[in-house]
């Protein structure tokens, strides 16, 4: 299995000099599975038009359906769906999937007046699928897991087992002040890789950000040494964090926990 990293960053997308190292665009994993050539896919921020664009050029060397996984409906984390180009091409088949009923929320984005075509304009054929925690999803012999996390309309989070190896995909969520996530760790327990929202400081989060639904890197480093996870990346970086402020984010995470790396847009990862 790999992890490719697509989009990174929480919230809106930003572009500029001071973002060339990690990169501006919002949330889009592409996880490439080891058993299926179908494509899993996490998230439609920004990040998915790159991602499209290749899956088209592609189009020959892997099975053009698609599964599309979405944590919520929040912008950052849906904005790219309109221009995922595979959407729009009738040989592409594409499964979506959510807590929420997504096809009402797709459908709305592109509803008139927020964009010049709807939903109908895209003729990939197309399945919703509404997710539950007690029913995982078989993605080849990969296996989907999921549990609601606490965030403002509430979000979602996944893991994904094939061959015996394993990913989680935590964001956006926010933590107790005074204990741990339960539920999370167990989900994230002896993952290969941990991927959570890391998205303010410490002191950003106590000067305002309660209750925006967003985490830190210390958290992040608390919840990876309770769930024994292999790696930890760092997630869903703010805006107004620039390279020079996210290499010092992750300078200060490996003084805590080593195997701690903050994502960057085009980061591949083997599991
Ligand atoms: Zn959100």
């Known amino acids: 299995m790999q992890v490719v990293f697509w ?29 299926t050539t179908d494509t899993m896919i996490i998230d439609s921020g920004s990040g998915i038009r790159e991602l499209g664009l290749q899956l088209v050029r592609t189009a020959d060397l892997h099975s053009r359906s698609i599964h599309l996984f979405l944590t919520h409906a929040h912008w950052d984390h849906i904005q790219g769906f309109p221009f995922f180009v595979p959407a729009y091409v009738p040989t592409f088949k594409l499964d979506i999937y959510c807590t929420k ?36 999803v078989t993605i080849g012999e990969a296996q989907v897991r999921n549990i609601p996390l606490p965030h403002p309309q509430e979000s979602t989070a996944f893991r994904i087992d094939e061959g015996g190896r ?30 959570y929202d890391a998205q303010y400081t410490s002191e950003e989060y106590r000067a305002g950000k309660q209750g925006w639904g967003h985490s830190t890197y210390m958290e992040a480093i608390k919840l990876a040494r309770a ?25 200060a995470a490996q003084r805590e926990l080593p195997a701690t790396i903050a994502a960057r847009d085009g980061m591949v990862l083997d599991v």
């Open 7 to 35: 989009g990174t960053r929480g919230s809106i997308p930003v572009s500029g000099p001071k973002y060339v190292e990690f990169g501006g665009n919002t949330p889009c994993l592409q996880i490439k599975l080891a058993s």
């Open 101 to 136: 009923d997504a096809k009402a929320i797709l459908e709305n984005q592109m509803r008139t007046p927020f964009f010049p075509v709807g939903l109908d304009a895209m003729f990939a054929k197309r399945g919703f699928h509404q997710l539950t925690s007690d029913a995982p």
């Open 166 to 195: 394993s990913v989680v995909f935590a964001t956006d969520t926010e933590h107790a002040p005074d204990h741990l996530n339960e539920s999370l760790a167990k989900l994230a327990e002896g993952a290969d890789i941990l991927i």
């Open 227 to 251: 769930a024994g996870v292999g790696r930890l990346v760092l997630y869903s970086h703010d805006p107004g964090h620039d390279d020079e402020m996210l290499k010092a984010i992750e300078s």
